[in-house]
């Protein structure tokens, strides 16, 4: 009997992600996409979910496949995306999401390609009492991973996203950009909330005063300056000649992204891994596993791209989230379809024992009720046949002999 979780089918690109925001990020990708195609359920209702969809690329199509995993972490990732890296014939495994990003090197909403991915938090932790303060040591044990194939690093570089795409105009303005509006409306001694641009310049005008309340920028349950607060938009108003600055444009960065065991709100975090990776750009919590794991399996390519959603710092939120979600998701899919050629001459085998991809003939003959690619009668069982099947359908030119039989 068949294996309960098995099923066929040949996927270019599994791409994981974390939660099921990202899930839908990547659902929500269109651009590319064959004619009349959709993302179409996969696998067995006993395994997570996975959807799949053709994308057209220059001389063919890629196959690409998405799965949430069990958990945020490097462990649900690989657990999530292990089991169908072989089942799946993968050919490149991929991530996308949301991440950290470094203050004054990126924005957020902006997009880190990861060129090198480590696991910043393994190693020894050592305490000492000094004084009689707790002092604690982090003694790393860096194992690193790259962007793969190395070519990859100077296409990075080199990518180019469509300036005129409709989710650009997805990205909403930050807490901070909506902060220093509310700010410079009161040093200019008007009232923000009558203002008629209050709408476009802060959306989220009553989480955005909870923030300056917090970060006593407005003296508590007022819209008072407070010194700091005239201050901090004061500086900003000079550093922009008489008018806040304008928001920076959406960018694509390349540079190393840590992973980590949990989530982090620390302004100091950014300075600390600098110290072993002085361009660190993101940090997260599944991409060195990502990396590992395609690493291990020597697949042709291993990729994670993330969207810039706080700076791991005290003014975390998750406005940014959904927007950085689906940036890193059209990123990648557009980098993937720019990169990866199709599989070669023999792509239009690979569906051949697929079930389900072709109709069967009006009037099936025996041998039409027993091809898998009707999905009439399911390949139970001699598994190891299959996959021979499989591989002699892929590896070099064979040539067959007949003999005649004598006379």
């Given at each position: 009997m068949a294996e309960e979780n098995a099923f066929v089918e040949r996927i270019d690109v599994l791409i994981v992600t974390a939660v099921k925001d990202e899930w839908d990020a990547?659902?929500?990708?269109?651009?590319?996409?064959?004619?009349?195609?959709?993302?179409?359920?996969?696998?067995?209702?006993?395994r997570p979910e996975v959807r799949a969809r053709s994308f057209t690329v220059d001389g063919g199509e890629l196959r690409l496949a998405v799965v949430q995993a069990y958990g945020m972490g490097g462990v649900g990732a690989v657990s999530a995306a292990s089991w169908l890296l072989d089942g799946l014939n993968v050919r490149c495994l991929a991530m996308c999401g949301v991440c950290a990003g470094r203050r004054g090197y990126v924005?957020?909403?902006?997009?880190?390609?990861?060129?090198?991915?480590?696991?910043?938090?393994?190693?020894?932790?050592?305490?000492?009492?000094?004084?009689?303060?707790?002092?604690?040591q982090q003694k790393g044990d860096i194992e690193m991973y790259r962007l793969h194939p190395?070519?990859?690093?100077?296409?990075?570089?080199?990518?180019?996203?469509?300036?005129?795409?409709?989710w650009l105009s997805l990205r909403p303005r930050s807490y901070e950009a909506q902060g220093d509006w509310v700010l410079e409306r009161l040093v200019a001694g008007a009232d923000p909330i009558s203002d008629p641009e209050r709408d476009a310049k802060c959306a989220d005008f009553e989480r955005v005063v909870e923030q300056l309340w917090k970060k006593s920028l407005l003296k508590d349950g007022t819209l008072t300056l407070t010194d700091a607060g005239e201050k901090h938009v004061r500086r900003k108003l000079i550093l922009g000649r008489g008018k806040l600055p304008d928001c920076r444009p959406f960018k694509v960065h390349v540079g190393p992204v840590a992973s980590g065991s949990e989530v982090v709100e620390d302004p100091d975090i950014f300075e600390r891994l600098s110290t072993p990776m002085r361009k660190v750009l993101g940090l997260e919590m599944e991409i060195a596993a990502i990396g590992t794991l395609g690493y291990e399996r020597q697949l042709e390519g291993v990729v994670a791209m993330k969207g810039v959603m706080d700076h791991a710092d005290s003014d975390k939120s998750d406005n940014m989230k959904a927007f950085a979600a689906r940036a890193s998701a059209e990123c990648l899919i557009a980098f993937l379809r720019a990169n990866l050629p199709p599989r070669g001459a023999n792509a239009a085998l690979d569906r051949l024992l697929i079930p389900g991809t072709s109709e069967p003939p009006a009037e099936p003959s025996p041998a039409a009720l027993l091809s898998a690619r009707h999905q009439i009668v399911p390949f139970f069982g001699r598994a190891a046949l299959l996959e021979e099947i499989r591989a002699w359908c892929v590896t070099e030119p064979t040539g067959l002999w007949h003999r005649a039989p004598p006379r």
């Amino acid at each position: 009997m068949a294996e309960e979780n098995a099923f066929v089918e040949r996927i270019d690109v599994l791409i994981v992600t974390a939660v099921k925001d990202e899930w839908d990020a990547v659902l929500a990708v269109d651009t590319g996409a064959v004619q009349g195609s959709t993302w179409e359920r996969r696998g067995p209702l006993n395994r997570p979910e996975v959807r799949a969809r053709s994308f057209t690329v220059d001389g063919g199509e890629l196959r690409l496949a998405v799965v949430q995993a069990y958990g945020m972490g490097g462990v649900g990732a690989v657990s999530a995306a292990s089991w169908l890296l072989d089942g799946l014939n993968v050919r490149c495994l991929a991530m996308c999401g949301v991440c950290a990003g470094r203050r004054g090197y990126v924005e957020l909403g902006d997009v880190i390609i990861a060129d090198r991915m480590w696991t910043y938090d393994t190693g020894k932790l050592k305490v000492e009492i000094v004084e009689g303060q707790r002092v604690e040591q982090q003694k790393g044990d860096i194992e690193m991973y790259r962007l793969h194939p190395p070519d990859w690093k100077h296409k990075a570089e080199r990518f180019v996203y469509d300036p005129e795409a409709s989710w650009l105009s997805l990205r909403p303005r930050s807490y901070e950009a909506q902060g220093d509006w509310v700010l410079e409306r009161l040093v200019a001694g008007a009232d923000p909330i009558s203002d008629p641009e209050r709408d476009a310049k802060c959306a989220d005008f009553e989480r955005v005063v909870e923030q300056l309340w917090k970060k006593s920028l407005l003296k508590d349950g007022t819209l008072t300056l407070t010194d700091a607060g005239e201050k901090h938009v004061r500086r900003k108003l000079i550093l922009g000649r008489g008018k806040l600055p304008d928001c920076r444009p959406f960018k694509v960065h390349v540079g190393p992204v840590a992973s980590g065991s949990e989530v982090v709100e620390d302004p100091d975090i950014f300075e600390r891994l600098s110290t072993p990776m002085r361009k660190v750009l993101g940090l997260e919590m599944e991409i060195a596993a990502i990396g590992t794991l395609g690493y291990e399996r020597q697949l042709e390519g291993v990729v994670a791209m993330k969207g810039v959603m706080d700076h791991a710092d005290s003014d975390k939120s998750d406005n940014m989230k959904a927007f950085a979600a689906r940036a890193s998701a059209e990123c990648l899919i557009a980098f993937l379809r720019a990169n990866l050629p199709p599989r070669g001459a023999n792509a239009a085998l690979d569906r051949l024992l697929i079930p389900g991809t072709s109709e069967p003939p009006a009037e099936p003959s025996p041998a039409a009720l027993l091809s898998a690619r009707h999905q009439i009668v399911p390949f139970f069982g001699r598994a190891a046949l299959l996959e021979e099947i499989r591989a002699w359908c892929v590896t070099e030119p064979t040539g067959l002999w007949h003999r005649a039989p004598p006379r």
